[in-house]
């Protein structure tokens, strides 16, 4: 049992680090703020992004926090994303930047340092994708933005040359951070299943080794001469023990080979297997993101075995 628990805390905490070593990819991934001492951009890591930072993104890149648009390549201040990693759709969504600051467009404008006068309110971080409001101030002008001005965390910049924006919130305080809240533990049909056949045969034990110790009262009861428990050689006199409790100890070690609890460490290898030749699998590697398939958790592999149907709607996304 102690070797049983031990493989299946091995195997949770490889599961582990590698959400870990996930979570450090994306933390680590780097972007271009703006540097008012070197006065130009320069890369940094997605961790180290705070409240007001001015970044820079580029087509096909992933925006690091959720910002308010400043500027984009267009000379009318368009821009587009693609929220799939959000809402499961891949239709792109259409931003705009904000009226005052529609002179700042276009791929041949420098970037104005007079931004940095910008003053922003806006309302404490929520789960809310749909809501995100507040007001801004620039050179005496103020104007309210609203959902089309601002651009959230995980978004994909799309026909869009690139963009620029001020960071409203960042980190755990972003959109898809709050809304992710703590992952539940996902247990498959097959965990299930096992689980419910494993208390079925500890019930089945228990019936018998009950059945067993009632047999041997009543044995005992009527041939007391013939009762004897004790070892026809000891190297010390046993130990005083209740009769029910030797009863039970020695029906429980004679019956507990009904309990199968290799099952469990056969289980746990065969997912393992699973993931294995599933990464390694050419069908599922991507040439145009030169990525492979991701198994997340080892739990839920043979759950993709048991689908039959798909079903979406008119966007793509996938329906529950």
Not at 13 to 32: F, G, I, P, Y
Not at 191 to 219: D, F, H, K, Q
């Amino acid at each position: 049992v102690v070797f049983i628990l031990v493989l299946t805390a091995l195997k949770d905490a490889l599961e582990d680090m590698r959400r870990r070593r996930l979570d450090s990819k994306v933390n680590n991934t780097t972007c271009h703020v703006w540097d008012k001492s070197a006065n130009r951009f320069r890369k940094m890591k997605w961790k180290h992004i705070l409240v007001g930072d001015i970044v820079h993104v580029s087509n096909d890149d992933s925006l690091p926090a959720d910002i308010l648009l400043i500027r984009t390549s267009s000379d009318d201040g368009n821009a587009f994303v693609e929220t799939s990693n959000l809402d499961g759709e891949s239709n792109l969504k259409h931003k705009v930047v904000p009226t005052m600051f529609k002179d700042y467009c276009g791929e041949e404008m420098d970037f104005d340092e007079s931004i940095f006068q910008l003053k922003l309110a806006c309302a404490p971080p929520s789960k809310d994708v749909n809501e995100m409001r507040g007001s801004m101030e620039l050179s005496g002008r103020s104007e309210s933005f609203n959902p089309t001005n601002t651009l959230l965390r995980g978004c994909r910049l799309k026909n869009t040359t690139f963009i620029e924006g001020v960071v409203i919130y960042a980190g755990h305080d972003t959109k898809v951070m709050l809304s992710s809240g703590r992952a539940p533990y996902k247990r498959s049909h097959a965990e299930i299943a096992t689980n419910r056949y494993i208390l079925g045969c500890a019930a089945m034990l228990a019936v018998i080794t009950a059945i067993t110790m009632g047999s041997r009262a009543i044995w005992v009861n009527q041939y007391p001469d013939h009762y004897d428990l004790s070892p026809p050689f000891a190297i010390a006199p046993p130990l005083p023990a209740p009769d029910w409790l030797s009863s039970f100890g020695c029906s429980l070690v004679l019956y507990q080979i009904m309990i199968p609890l290799a099952l469990y460490i056969t289980v746990e290898i065969i997912k393992l297997g699973q993931v294995f030749f599933m990464q390694q699998d050419v069908h599922m590697y991507s040439e145009e993101k030169d990525e492979s398939f991701i198994a997340r958790s080892f739990s839920m592999a043979e759950e993709l075995g048991q689908i039959t149907h798909l079903l979406s709607d008119k966007t793509g996304t996938l329906t529950q």
